[in-house]
C-alpha cells in the first residue's frame, strides 16, 4: 500500500491503490511511524499509484502536515493527476503539490 524510502532527511511515501476509510489508517501509521524515528526535513508523498481518493486522502495530508509542522518539516504531495489532483485542489492545498 506505501513504500518509504528515508535518506534521513528526506522522506518519500510512495502510495499505490485507493485512500479511503478503509485504508488510510494503515498509510498513516507506517508513515507516522518513520517520522517520529527520523524526524524529516520533508516528507514527499507521491501519489503516482493512487487510482481513487477520497476525504480520508485529505485527513492523511493535513495529519500528516501537522506533524511536520511540529518539528520545522514540510510536505510536499507529487504526482497527483486526474480525481486526486482534483480533490486535493477542491480541498485548498493545491499549494502543496509540486509541479
Do not use: Q, Y
Amino acid at each position: 500500500m506505501v513504500e518509504i524510502k528515508n535518506t534521513g532527511e528526506h522522506v518519500t511515501a510512495d502510495i499505490k491503490g485507493d485512500i479511503d476509510h478503509h485504508n488510510a489508517a494503515n498509510i498513516r501509521s507506517e508513515i507516522d511511524a518513520v517520522l517520529e524515528n527520523s524526524t524529516p526535513r520533508v516528507l514527499i508523498l507521491d501519489f503516482a499509484g493512487v487510482k481513487f481518493m477520497d476525504s480520508s486522502g485529505i485527513g492523511l495530508i493535513l495529519g500528516r502536515k501537522r506533524v511536520l509542522d511540529g518539528f520545522g518539516g514540510k510536505l510536499f504531495i507529487k504526482n497527483a493527476v486526474g480525481h486526486a489532483e482534483k480533490i486535493i485542489k477542491m480541498a485548498g492545498l493545491s499549494g502543496l503539490i509540486l509541479k
